[in-house]
């Protein structure tokens, strides 16, 4: 896949913040301003930008309702609007519903790709995806995985010789 260079709306690596730095997104404006932050990172996007970028993912978004998003002044959009913003951020919708049961996946998403990102981790295949992408289990088996391999580098193996590895947190046990 090529990539152009001079895309300047393109999202760049991201440095995902550590289980212990992760924020507390409790309103739509906390959880846009995150998304801003992290996949735009050093940038000011303006509403714009961010409406022209939807539009481009086949979504719909009006500058002025994004500006209304981050002062505030909106709180509970529709499901349209949720989609759009998903859209723009490259995320699932729900992340920005309320209570939402994603929030976490998406945060663990974003450290999943920034580790891919800066070869942590390669080979990924997802195969048999559906429109919903990865299970927020595979994904946890992902995470897991990029875990037992950063513990492999930064030090000697443990009793178990480093076979306490991805093979065992593999969903319904060891492989055979």
Request: proline share 7%.
């Amino acid at each position: 896949m090529a990539m152009d260079d001079g895309d300047e709306r393109g999202p760049e690596p991201v440095d995902a913040p550590g289980p212990d730095e992760l924020p507390r997104l409790d309103s739509l404006r906390e959880k846009v301003e995150y998304m801003v932050e992290k996949t735009f990172p050093g940038q000011k996007i303006s509403g714009r930008v961010f409406a022209e970028l939807v539009r481009d993912r086949g979504g719909s978004l009006s500058h002025s309702y994004f500006s209304n998003i981050l002062a505030g002044k909106v709180t509970q959009p529709s499901e349209d609007i949720l989609k759009a913003l998903g859209l723009g951020f490259g995320v699932d919708w729900r992340f920005f519903k309320e209570e939402s049961e994603v929030v976490d996946d998406v945060v663990a998403g974003l450290q999943f790709l920034a580790k891919r990102r800066t070869g942590e981790i390669s080979g990924v295949a997802g195969r048999g995806l559906d429109d919903e992408g990865l299970p927020p289990e595979l994904l946890r088996f992902a995470l897991a995985l990029l875990e037992d391999a950063a513990r492999e580098r930064e030090g000697p193996a443990g009793e178990s010789g480093g076979k306490d590895s991805a093979a065992n947190h593999r969903p319904g046990g060891p492989a055979a």
